[in-house]
């Protein structure tokens, strides 16, 4: 088989597998193969893995897939880092050994070499300044302070103890039994960081997801110009127009200049195809993040308010239907026209109309503002220790 041919299965499957993880869970799905490779991703290859060992090994080796399983998942543990590390270093190292002999180029200057190496610094330093700085642990020296910054809803958010550190807990805050600490303004545990994305290091995150995302779409588009200016070096089109005679329209020409890449530059294409996929996921996940960073809200309390929300309108609708049974033994006894009851409104509907209320949105500025310079980095915060003392 060709190499050409490797590369475009090799696309395909990837696309498959992106395909089945982000979406299998869709309706359109259901019952389709790609639910099926969705299952076995999330969830359903562990089940296959325990049924094996089990009858491979019995308990003993049950035992040793749960300790591992606990160890990576339940501990603080360096794995997901060090994948990250070599991800960067596996692709950085092979766009280098690939493409650095083509810098400069016919559309790529020189100065491009020095660019990659300080975007990809840049990018570990966002990193590091993740994985390592304080996420906002609550502890026993600043709790007054956080509880006065964040005040309790009494909607998501009461008075309560965290019963692990025996101090009360903040209003967002949340205790995370991985780094077994609470945290401020709590948004999740990162498995890739190691450590709570809370209260002042979501700012570092935010510009983690936003930079990688970038450098993806700068290696993309790098690479690209390398194999346009390579395209023009080689004089490709006009051999292909005056000595194959080939039609010299964007159609014609696509699936010859395609081939002539695919057999010449593999390991180029590979990069761009990897790069843009993960640029897709990124921006997801960005857009996501930007989104919570806009209306104030941290990816904990999209649950709670989800679970809130769908408890409130199951309250509203036991409500809209006990009213509706009322008012219907009462129009039993004085007949409405037809006409009026079509046209009513049903009582359900009103059961829709349940809004979320979040006390800590305080408008986009603000709430930029609020992330990017965290409550507890601010002069009033040390300031309201002094006051409550
Ligand atoms: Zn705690
Ligand atoms: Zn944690």
Redesign the pocket.
């Known amino acids: 088989m060709g190499v050409e041919w490797v590369l475009v299965c090799h696309g395909l499957v990837t696309l498959l597998v992106v395909i089945s993880f982000l979406c299998g869970q869709w309706p359109i799905f259901q019952g389709t193969f790609v639910e099926r490779i969705h299952y076995f991703l999330t969830g359903g290859f562990y089940d296959y893995l325990l049924r094996l060992v089990d009858s491979l090994c019995g308990s003993r080796g049950i035992n040793a897939i749960l300790s591992v399983e606990y160890f990576c998942y339940h501990r603080p543990n360096p794995i997901l880092q060090l994948i990250y590390v070599a991800i960067l270093g596996a692709t950085y190292y092979f766009a280098v050994k690939s493409s650095f002999s083509y810098i400069p180029g016919y559309y790529l200057g020189g100065s491009h070499r020095y660019i990659s190496l300080v975007a990809v610094c840049i990018g570990v330093v966002l990193f590091i300044l993740t994985c390592f700085s304080d996420a906002g642990t609550v502890n026993t020296e600043n709790v007054s302070q956080y509880l006065s910054a964040y005040p309790y809803d009494n909607i998501l958010y009461s008075e309560k103890e ?1 019963s ?2 025996r101090i009360t807990k903040p209003a967002r805050s949340k ?1 995370c039994s991985i780094c077994n ?2 945290v401020a303004r709590f948004d999740h545990h990162c498995g890739w960081m190691n450590n709570c994305i809370g209260e002042r290091n979501n700012r570092f995150f935010l510009a983690f997801l936003l930079w990688h995302f970038l450098l993806c779409i700068y290696g993309t588009a790098a690479i690209g110009l390398i194999l346009a200016g390579r395209l023009v070096d080689f004089k490709v089109i006009h051999i292909l127009t005056v000595y194959y005679g080939i039609e010299n329209s964007f159609l014609s020409l696509a699936p010859h200049v395609v081939q002539w890449l695919l057999s010449s530059y593999n390991t180029q294409i590979l990069l761009m195809v990897f790069l843009a996929i993960v640029s897709l996921l990124l921006a997801g996940f960005f857009g996501y993040h930007a989104h919570l960073c806009l209306t104030n809200t941290t990816t904990n309390e999209t649950f709670k308010w989800q679970d809130y929300l769908s408890w409130q309108r199951k309250l509203k609708e036991a409500k809209a239907s006990a009213e509706a049974l009322k008012a219907g033994s009462r129009e039993r006894k004085a007949p409405q026209s037809k006409w009026k009851s079509f046209f009513r409104r049903s009582p359900l509907e009103d059961a829709e109309a349940v809004v979320k209320t979040n006390m800590y949105d305080k408008g986009w500025v603000r709430n930029v503002g609020e992330i990017l310079h965290p409550l507890s980095t601010r002069q009033s915060f040390r300031r309201s220790k002094v006051h409550i003392n």
């Open positions: 965290c692990t550190c205790h600490r609470c």
